[in-house]
């Protein structure tokens, strides 16, 4: 496999699609959110994609051997279907990050659709108001959006997303900005939502999770109870950060050890 | 060559064939092990396999030149036959072991498999209970099993697997792994043998592959002696760890030297 | 997207145009001096160059996803016309330069270019002598020029490159020299313009940008106004300081965290 | 360019050429020794050889752009011809050393060379005996040899090359290895020549390159006087150096640099 490659077991037939994306990033916020999503609608999986800018470990579940992927499920909408992306991971440089993307819209593309909404993460570098835990409404997490042109952005203006403070913010790095970026290139328009979460080091946030559900919800039409999203987030909180520690793990092996001195000669 | 390539002599016909991989990695239970079999059941060497994945540098066998590679050699079994791969490295970054991978499992597909046991260690970070040396039961190590499939996991049961502790063990880096995991996407089934063996530092351990080459081989169907084999890990102990040498220094002299002050001037 | 890539909104037909190339480098002369010109003589976009060799980051431009690119301008002068490449960043490895040279000089040529000028700077290691800042005369950049063929440097002796200096310099790393040194295998000429900075480390330098500005506009016949130049230098030093932290910062963030100890098992 | 390329000016016509390659490595013995040779036989270049995996800056010569390449010549002999290649650089990662190698051996056998003999240098780690100075026979460097094949090393007997050290040494790294080992895949037959030089920090050696050019000449069939090398040793040795720095120091330049403190908030 030198290239990305996206296997479909069957593919559905879909009415105006939108592709909401979730991969794992700053404070796990898409990934948590969108993976919550995908279970409480019961949202229907039918392609994976595999990329060899992945790392080339593989995990145990139970006794099976898992590749690292990312999956789409789709799910169908009163007024238009979802197609979700969530995953293990992004790939690991930046031109593999490039080439998955490319591969992702192609591939939403073809399915038909016209609209891409990324999911992330936003470190604003304070310690999050919930910490103060007073009122509730300490507890929540600004929203801020950036869109793939400044005419999309009056598309989404009546959910309530800030669109004001995108221009403070420097950049975004990865799938999350990348997909959207590109999505214009590929005659579609692009959301990035992203939820604010406290600074280095990362934990996983779920009021910023909570916060861009609830407008991301308003968007795609859904209408899951979120109400069970503070369990979940504790509960999956370990496993992405042992999932995490692995990969860095897996980086540090990738390096060169110590050499121990040796009477090896070399020639050239 | 840009490509990771396969160069066959000769193919053979094989009837119902079962690849088995033993490649270098923790331990070298694999390279040691499968390296065994193939030379006690005067396995036929029948193709080699090149990749610019692998390390740019030669090694000298006697005055002659040997680039590294992987090779296949078949074995004529009673019931099925074998196709067995061995080899100096593994592919020394992501994208090279998924492009090896691939290639591997393409050509095994070609050649008829539909099976892939691969061989691997398990370092379990405790001393090994060798080194109690007591009774001859403390000699023996653990093998545990991961498949590309829960299913198929039910057919290796028979054979004294322990699946159990898989789940406990987090990933599988490198060949040994992702050749299971990806064999699910060719159509084949997967099982990962690993035997574990002592933690960091790695030694190379007789006990781990003969007991993974015990099982293997009843799953194969072949009945070599493994009488033979701690004489032979002793024997192979210095070579191997001679190449694990190589390879580190190699690493080390792709990288810059120190720079020494200088009037050069740049522009740009 | 696993190519470089060049979108053309509309193709201009062109008489006898020649390339002209600004883009990041040393003391930013390159992209200070090309984009000043750019907008003074309101050249109009026609194309735009994305790569899987730039950053996988998009910035934002208020509310807007800006993934990161290189931007083709056609200008109509009186004798020839002119296309200008401006952008954001420069490819971040080896392959990718040759890459992306390789792209748009393709490119240039299928526009009828044949004559290719870049702009660079050229770090002296000493203090410019505008900081002595005594008389008007002290403030003078000095420029040299390196040509794709030593004939090449006969034809612009007329407008007071220093070409004797360049045989005191070692090299040019990047775009700005790989352009013209790989303009001749695709039957272009070509002239590397150098304006002289101040050593590391680098701040943009009007000077510089202003003494290149002079003779790159004798030679492609272009007469625009270079009195708001030093203002314009000033405005956008800092939003080109910003942008190259950001690269240095996302650089730092794509390499491996420190690991925490932990009790993961690895197998391989 | 996203690939090696080889353009070329006139291809000769050829009888039975070698391919004898000289290019940069430990102790400069290649480059230096067949360097020499090409310039007293006055062989004629024919080709040039460009690479994505060659560093992108460029060096001056005079106020000529020259982009790091390798160079093929052809030189008439009595009995058979020769295709010398020399050049700035090798490949500076493993998958690049593999890519050269391969474009540089099918345009070999495009020319008719079945036999390829590649010019290194075998770094002893001993002080060279030529310090000792005493007698002219104690300046003699050992040559040793290689080759793609045991067989082949038997043709080889007559010219006093020494076959049995090479079982004692490890490893050869980058091209002059790599063409050998791979000829045998090409359907060539190929041997390494390699001059015994002190050990690391590596100094130019006349000594060496000459041990190997009194053999080479006797392989190829040419007689060119190797009195002047001394002199020319002498002379590149400053040029070599140099452009060795500048490879380091662009190594370095490819380097993120130390980041410093910033305000910059980061989303993803």
Known sequence: MNETKIITKEKPALKSPVLVVGLPGIGNVGR????????????????????????????????????????????????????????DCQAYDPKGNYEVAGKILDYAKELGCR????????????????????????KKSRVIGATSDAKVSKDYEKFGIDFKIAGEVGTIVGATGLLVGLSRLHGMKGLCLLGETAGFPIITDPNAAEAVLNILQKIIGTGANVSKLHGKVKEMHDLLRKMEDIQREALEQMKPKPKKPDDLRYIG
């Open 115 to 138: 609209e891409v909404v990324t999911i992330g993460g936003f470190a604003s570098g304070k310690p999050l108001q919930a910490e103060n835990g007073k009122n509730s409404d300490a």
């Open 32 to 87: 948590m959110s969108v993976g919550y999503l995908v279970h409480e609608l019961k949202a229907k999986k039918f392609a994976e994609l595999y990329s060899p800018y992945f790392f080339h470990f593989v995990m145990l579940n139970e006794e099976v051997v898992h590749v690292l992927r990312n999956e789409f499920y789709f799910y169908r909408g009163k007024e238009k279907d979802v197609v979700f992306l969530i995953g």
